[in-house]
């Protein structure tokens, strides 16, 4: 990746921010009936989840599975890569403190959208990255701001995140929920989450929840 990515994607940020970044003053029961969905595919979910807990006005994130031709897949059927699926993390959120827009921006810069069904040492169909959007708004900022992410040249090979209209999302086994949070001490959370994770509340310190609670 070069090193404009994070420039490029501040200026874009701005661009596409619909509200801005804000401080949850209203009772949880409240803000939850507000809430909007967003749909995710960045490589494992284990890592992604983590990610996306972290920020303010993010309610709750379920890893699990869209985009396949299986029902009801398993974690075998999944990572056989013969169900279609991809691994994805569905996060509820208060659009009144984190927009669409915000999300996409974190979602684009702590993954490598460059680089087919991989990312790092995970490879696989189910390790692609995609955005399943929910309605015709998601879809048109996620198009919009792939498109301009392309012209700025953040990175040196050209996006090719898939956006698919979301259909069904089947939640993963109970196991792999709150993966990174039971298991800080697992080879993979020490080795790759915790690094990659560490970066990313460095560069958003200012949009992460006030406590350190998921």
């Known amino acids: 990746m070069k090193t404009t990515q994070t420039i490029a994607g501040l200026i874009l940020f701005i661009i596409f921010s619909h509200t801005s ?3 949850n003053t209203m009772a949880d029961s409240t803000a939850m009936e507000n809430t909007e969905t967003a749909t995710f595919g960045a490589g494992c979910f284990w890592c992604v989840e983590a990610i996306f807990q972290s920020l303010d006005g993010v309610h709750s994130v379920e890893s699990g599975y869209a985009g396949g031709n299986v029902e009801r897949p398993t974690y075998d059927d ?4 013969n169900s279609g699926h991809a691994e994805v ?3 509820a959120y208060d659009p009144k403190i984190i927009s669409y827009s915000d999300l996409l921006m974190v979602f684009w810069q702590t993954h490598d959208p460059t680089t087919l069904n991989r990312q790092g040492s995970d490879v696989g169909t189910q390790y692609r990255s995609v955005i399943f959007f929910h309605n015709k708004g ?3 900022l996620a198009v919009e701001y792939k498109k301009q992410l392309d012209l700025t040249g953040s990175w040196s090979k050209p996006i090719i995140t898939q956006i698919e209209a979301f259909t069904k999302f089947y939640k993963a086994e109970n196991y792999h929920q709150e993966y990174f949070y039971v298991n800080p001490n697992a080879p993979y959370c020490k080795y790759i989450i915790q ?3 560490d970066k ?4 958003f310190k200012d949009k992460l929840k006030s406590d350190s609670s998921n």
Do not use: R, Y
């Not at 990313?200 to 560069?203: P, T």
């Open 89 to 91: 993390c569905q996060i």
């Open 195 to 197: 690094p990659k994770l």
């Open 21 to 23: 970044w804000g401080h």
């Open 200 to 203: 990313f509340e460095k560069v």
């Open 138 to 140: 998601q879809q048109e």
């Open 78 to 81: 999944v990572t056989s890569g």
